[in-house]
């Protein structure tokens, strides 16, 4: 009969045994390595900081790879000095001339003569010329009404200009006779009013007072359409035209017609 004598540890031993196992155990576990950053292969400026930028020069055979020699600080400073006094003794570019304003209404009376008006397509009349019936046939111009204005000798200065196309005058001169300067100065009104202005405006032209009337949803003065739209993709009848002291709204009939 063999006798076993058992040791129990009061709480006390039990800590300081837990204590001494977990001191064992943090003896053999890795130690993490620590870096010193020495900046060892950094420059050192002047001021005792490390200069982060400052690669050796290499010439590459490809050009995109090259590095050349960064300058020093006083060089730097230099080139920053020359710079400035090159920008300073460059001549300030000479502001272009403002064109002069036109006189006589002359501003207004070379735009009749290039201006461009609405376009209008070929429609049915297209398929035995062989175009689309929206391809643009024509674009209205005022050369007539323009030459008219010079044969009468009117100044266009400070007015409003609804100007006829040459397709408008054309169809008076077949049906009523000859664009006397009457005719002509019917499509001129004292004073510069936009579009917008028209319905409420009373219009006294050099020929006396026109009629305004707003009927199916569109301005008319003497029977003629203001902003006129056309068919198809073309543009439309051009109106506020702006020639400064003047303005020119286009339209496709002739005042004088009835």
């Known amino acids: ?13 039990k800590f300081a045994l837990a204590f001494a196992l977990v001191g064992s155990a943090a003896a053999f576990a890795p130690q993490a390595s620590v870096h010193t950053n020495t900046a060892l292969n950094q420059h050192i400026g002047a001021g005792g900081m490390a200069d982060t930028r400052n690669p050796d020069a290499v010439n590459h055979e490809d050009p995109r ?7 020093s600080f006083e060089e730097y400073l230099k080139q920053r000095a020359g710079e400035g006094s090159t920008a300073a003794a460059a ?7 403002a064109a002069a304003p036109a ?37 209205d111009s005022f050369g007539k009404f323009a030459a008219a204005v010079e044969a009468a000798g009117i100044d266009l200065s400070g007015k ?11 169809s008076y001169e077949k049906m009523r006779g000859a664009v006397t300067a009457d005719v002509v100065k019917m499509h001129i009104v004292e004073g510069k009013i936009a579009s917008k202005d028209i319905p409420t405006t ?10 305004y009337r707003y009927a199916v949803r569109k301005n008319f003065v003497n029977d003629a359409i203001i902003g006129e739209t056309t068919f198809g993709g073309g543009p439309n009848y051009p109106i506020d035209v702006d020639c400064g002291d003047s303005i020119i709204h286009t339209v496709g009939y002739c005042f004088a017609f009835y």
């Open 65 to 71: 790879k090259s590095i050349s020699a960064a300058p």
């Open 103 to 139: 006189a006589g209404g002359s501003g207004a009376l070379s735009t009749l003569k290039t201006l461009t008006g609405a376009g209008h397509v070929w429609g049915a009349d297209g398929i035995a010329a062989g175009k689309e019936e929206s391809d643009i046939r024509k674009y």
């Open 202 to 211: 009373p219009l006294n032209s050099l020929n006396g007072a026109l009629n």
């Open 1 to 13: 009969h063999t006798n076993h004598t058992h040791t129990l540890l009061n709480p006390t031993m």
């Open 160 to 170: 409003t200009i609804f100007a006829p196309t040459d397709d408008a005058l054309e």
């Open 91 to 97: 001549p300030a570019a000479a502001a272009p001339a």
